[in-house]
């Protein structure tokens, strides 16, 4: 062989090893591990997805209740088939649309479970995901499954052992979380199906179109129910298609669109106009690199790297793309519109998320937040109220508050949105004074009557930060008269407080408290509080922190009282338990939103070692990179961001202020990359497992004499460098 040759061979190789040990080095996504939250109760899914993705394409499991509500869970190893829509981590279950079930043979030998369904079983060790791809290996069929997406489109891959490949596309098919309304399927060519699944669930109406394109040629045979149908098309409530195929190897590509089989079209020419799995895989991969990589952390932990990565991930699974490639979507009047100036998303868990995952998106995603604001003021235009709870361009109205206020306003106060303000006024002013959810209650007595409304501490809590944020809106705008009436609403919780027990408490319609007060009682929703106790909600003032120590009585009674809460029993009374009240450490509830910002009160007294101390021990208890490594529901990523956020060493108590609260960090080395490729770059000096309290922090050099920092200070970039000690 020629000299020359060879050495440009060996150069070549030894530059292809050297490039493949620095893609591994520096990529994050072999850190993810989507099976976390699948097990336990962090109702997460494990297919293949892209950051707020419009498809989630993963299997779906026989339901067996509550914690089957993702549509997946790791205890169990039953396929029914695989859909394209999932929720992540949320505490009620919909969607599982366009249901695709691969099999072998004749669909009517087919082995069947107790209801009738085909079915397959599999084995976790013949399993794997990675971001943005799924596979897994029947054990019946024996059947290898790969499943890997683009934004508005999933893409199969099945390979068969012999040449009996079949596909049952099911309408019809829905877990006890939703129901099919109307469905209908049209053949259109020998490898093309079309159609639509119109459901009611969760989601009052949510129609789903789609296109589905084989690349090779079918046999099909539609069936409205168990009957044969010999037409082309059929529509009804329960229809489905078997594709019988003369191939080892099929694959499927399958558009999605809320506004109409036209739409999905425009979506798949898009988005994959060609067959190439592997490139498609390739590309999703990359996507999440990019994303994920935003952040980079040094440090010799690798287990809480994967924990770390992973929670990245999930915080970046919702909001969802509800627009397709034309900008066209069906609205929150049922109407099919089109998106001018903005693109549409939907999934707001927003008593959820607006606590840390939308602040979150603010530093690493920016550029997103634009968007969310409009489609949550395009709610308003639609419906006359900014949604509680989207879903699909639903709102479900499932939990309290009027959440969307503090999402916008913390956008417009960061310059993050090109929304007119007095646009945001109007639908954050609308939202608050309507007269639903005990609102009209709360105008007329300033405070909400427990015999009028059920959670009414909690909602008065809850409206009285939302009231807060208005307030600063108003002030900026130059409305005294709104500013004024807000503030006092803002105010509301110490109406609520009573200084005798020290708790939050319920009044009557007279202003006396209500009797027979145990604060350790829980009743799911039927009490005075909302999946909580009165130790859970009584330091939920997250505007007036200094306001609710003097309620107290000072620092010293307030450090006692949040002392207690994390020493005292877990032990609770009540007569029907809530599921969400989970991770606890005495009666403060991690599993849950409400307890979120407790642990960095201490950093608003003179003693900011008892937030690292718990910080700390919350992150070791509630955390693992098991697949029950959620101890609650991790509701569209809050669980996740709240990791993300006390792994980085601060946390947004007041999520709509600018400012954040410092905990205590995790890594020896973090660094963010921001917009205009600034960085900030944090690291902790000395970190060890038993070197969690905070000595020193340096600002650009400069020492932090205080425990919070700005979010200019944040996208500014620079250094921030935290001293760690044993000792506080």
């Known amino acids: 062989m020629n000299k020359k040759i060879l050495s440009l061979i060996l150069i070549g ?151 009996d490949a079949a596909v049952l596309i099911d309408l019809g098919y829905a877990q006890n979380f939703d129901r099919a309304a109307e469905t209908f399927i049209k053949v259109v060519d020998n490898k093309t199906i079309e159609g639509y699944r119109i459901s009611k669930g969760w989601a009052a109406y949510q129609p789903v179109y789609f296109v589905a394109r084989f690349d090779k040629p079918f046999t099909a045979q539609l069936f409205d129910g168990n009957d044969k149908v010999t037409e082309k098309e059929v529509k009804s409530v329960l229809t489905s298609v078997v594709l019988n195929f003369e191939s080892k190897n099929v694959m499927a590509k399958v558009a999605l669109s809320s506004a109409s089989v036209e739409g999905a079209k425009k979506n798949l020419q898009k988005e994959i106009p060609h067959w190439d799995f592997e490139l498609v895989k390739n590309e999703a991969n990359t996507k999440w690199e990019n994303l994920l990589g935003k952040i980079k952390v040094t440090d010799k932990n690798e287990d809480a790297k994967k924990i770390f990565y992973t929670a990245l991930y999930h915080s970046y699974l919702a909001p969802t793309l509800f627009t397709d490639e034309n900008k066209k979507f069906c609205g929150a009047d049922y109407k099919k519109t089109k998106a001018e100036g903005y693109t549409r998303y939907t999934l707001f868990s927003l008593w959820d998320t607006f606590r840390a995952l939308h602040p979150l998106l603010t530093i690493t995603k920016p550029e997103l937040v634009d968007d969310l604001v409009k489609s949550m003021l395009a709610f308003y235009d639609e419906t006359g109220l900014l949604p509680t709870w989207d879903l699909q361009s639903n709102d479900t109205n499932v939990m309290i508050g009027y959440h969307a206020v503090p999402v916008i306003i913390d956008a417009y106060f960061k310059g993050l949105t090109t929304a007119d303000p007095e646009r945001i006024f109007a639908a954050c002013k609308v939202s608050a004074m309507q007269d639903n959810f005990g609102i009209d209650h709360f105008k007329k007595y300033g405070y909400i009557p427990s015999e009028l409304e059920k959670e009414a501490v909690s909602k008065v809590l809850e409206y009285s930060f939302d009231d807060w944020c208005i307030a600063q809106l108003a002030k900026k705008l130059g409305k005294e008269e709104e500013y004024s009436y807000f503030s006092k609403r803002a105010d509301a919780y110490k109406l609520m407080f009573d200084k005798a027990t020290g708790f939050m408490r319920g009044k009557d319609k007279k202003g006396n408290w209500v009797k027979n007060f145990d604060p350790l009682f829980v009743e799911h929703r039927n009490t005075d509080y909302t999946e909580a106790n009165a130790w859970q909600y009584t330091f939920h003032v997250l505007q007036d922190i200094k306001g609710l120590i003097n309620e107290f009585g000072g620092e010293e009674k307030f450090v006692k009282k949040l002392d207690e809460l994390f020493t005292i029993s877990s032990e609770m009374t009540g007569h029907e338990m809530s599921p969400d009240i989970s991770g606890l450490i005495g009666q403060y509830a991690h599993g849950n939103e409400p307890c979120h910002h407790v642990a960095y009160l201490y950093s608003f007294t003179s003693q900011p070692w008892k937030t690292q101390e718990r910080i700390s021990q919350i992150r070791k208890l509630m955390y693992s990179s098991k697949v029950d490594g959620l101890v609650g529901n991790d509701d569209c990523g809050q669980m996740s961001a709240w990791y993300i956020f006390s792994a980085l060493g601060f946390y947004p108590v007041n999520p709509a202020d600018g400012n954040y609260v410092i905990g205590t960090p995790l890594f020896e080395k973090t660094e963010i990359t921001l917009e205009n490729n600034k960085k900030l770059i944090v690291e902790a000096k000395n970190i060890s497992d038993k070197n969690i309290y905070i000595k020193e922090i340096l600002l650009n050099g400069k020492k932090l004499d205080r425990y919070y920092l700005t979010h200019k200070e944040i996208v500014d970039g620079g250094k921030l460098v935290f001293v760690m000690s044993d000792k506080h």
Request: aromatic share 14%.
């Open 13 to 163: 190789f030894i530059c292809f090893l050297g490039c493949e040990n620095k893609t591994d080095n520096s990529g994050v996504t072999k850190y993810v591990d989507p099976f976390i939250g699948t097990g336990g109760h962090g109702h997460t899914f494990p297919g293949a997805t892209l950051p707020f993705g419009m498809v989630q394409l993963s299997p779906d499991n026989p339901s067996k209740g509550w914690d089957w509500t993702s549509g997946y869970h790791y205890s169990d190893s039953v396929l029914l088939g695989f859909s394209h829509t999932h929720l992540s981590g949320t505490g009620v279950g919909d969607l599982y649309d366009i249901l695709l079930m691969p099999f072998s043979g004749k669909y009517e030998t087919a082995e069947r479970n107790d209801k009738g369904r085909i079915f397959d079983i599999y084995n976790h060790k013949e399993e794997n995901a990675v971001p943005g791809y799924y596979q897994v290996k029947l054990q019946n069929s024996k059947i290898n499954a790969e499943l890997t997406v683009t934004e508005r489109t999933g893409f199969h891959r099945y390979s068969f052992e012999k040449k």
